[in-house]
């Protein structure tokens, strides 16, 4: 295969991708966490120039059904990153990652777009963890939601001389995440853009005391999770953008339990210590707000993205 000659249609690469949560209160554009929540696609190669673009669940409404669709840009780019043309393509696109609720959804686009090429191109050129997390931080602009989508588990990410580096971690088995989704949405353009450009020093240094004890509560001590989880450089600044949120989070670690706003928000996550915990989580955010909200019971991704070849019979 070369740069002038496209594969032949009819190869199906099926790609699944977990939502993400990132920040977790302290950790600011450098930790995220893959949930049990995910977006499946389908894609199937058709004659050069073709599109069909099928979605189903969330934004299936919304997303453009041409070549601006997110991840037919993201399979684009990386056919271009290494001189190869993209066929035609036909996307059955399985969306449950809630869009515009700050779990990831844009993220999961394109870390599923980058899996599908890795897919259809394999073979003939093979896309490294390091390629793969270079090309989807390029496309979304940090790395910290497109990390644990690729890999899972905890994931603190970072930029050295330019390239964005990662280390992923293994949650210890008594941390029990809960989302709480609501039914309004929150831009993450806005969200930044209520963030001074400067802190003050005590704030930047009780962040740096609170991310290096999150590491410590996720993987060995989760009775540490509610002080690890305070922060003082984005969710103040955000709050007035998001009331409802800010209302659940002030309500639920009033009452010990180690809340944050997820990503962006408005989703609200919470890392309980244990299953019994985020019960009781989830009983109290039900008494606390006229606002609706949707409680995810959920479990830590290990696995990050997956691809593989379809094949007829399988399941």
Do not use: C
């Amino acid at each position: 295969m070369n740069a002038a000659v496209s594969p032949a249609p009819g190869r199906r690469i099926v790609v699944r991708v977990p939502a993400t949560s990132a920040n977790l209160g302290p950790g600011f554009d450098t930790l995220g966490l893959a949930l049990s929540v995910y977006d499946e696609l389908e894609v199937t190669t058709l004659t050069e120039g073709s599109f069909e673009i099928h979605v189903e669940g969330e934004g299936a409404d919304d997303v453009p059904r041409d070549a601006s669709h997110l991840v037919v840009r993201a399979i684009a780019y990386a056919y271009e990153s290494v001189g190869r043309r993209m066929p035609g393509l036909r996307l059955v696109a399985k969306n449950v990652i809630p869009h515009g609720r700050g779990l990831g959804s844009s993220g999961a686009a394109v870390v599923s777009g980058l899996l599908a090429a890795k897919g259809l191109l394999e073979g003939d050129v093979e896309f490294g963890p390091d390629a793969l997390l270079r090309l989807a931080t390029e496309l979304e602009g940090h790395p910290d939601n497109v990390a644990p989508a690729l890999f899972g588990g905890l994931t603190i990410a970072w930029v050295d001389e330019g390239a964005p580096q990662h280390k992923k971690l293994l949650v210890h088995r008594g941390v029990s995440p809960l989302v709480f989704v609501p039914e309004f949405t929150m831009s993450t353009k806005l969200a930044r853009s209520l963030q001074p450009l400067q802190v003050p020093r005590e704030d930047a240094v009780f962040n740096v005391s609170r991310s290096a004890l999150l590491i410590a509560a996720l993987t060995q001590s989760p009775e540490l999770l509610q002080a690890a989880t305070e922060d003082k450089l984005h969710q103040n600044y955000r709050a007035s953008a998001m009331p409802e949120t800010d209302a659940l989070v002030r309500a639920l670690r009033g009452a010990g339990f180690a809340a944050v706003v997820s990503g962006a928000g408005p989703s609200v996550l919470v890392l309980a210590d244990g299953p019994g915990r985020r019960l009781e989580a989830a009983a109290l955010a039900s008494t606390v707000t006229d606002t609706p909200w949707e409680a995810l019971m959920l479990a830590v991704d290990f696995k990050g993205g997956t691809v593989r070849e379809y094949a007829e019979g399988s399941t």
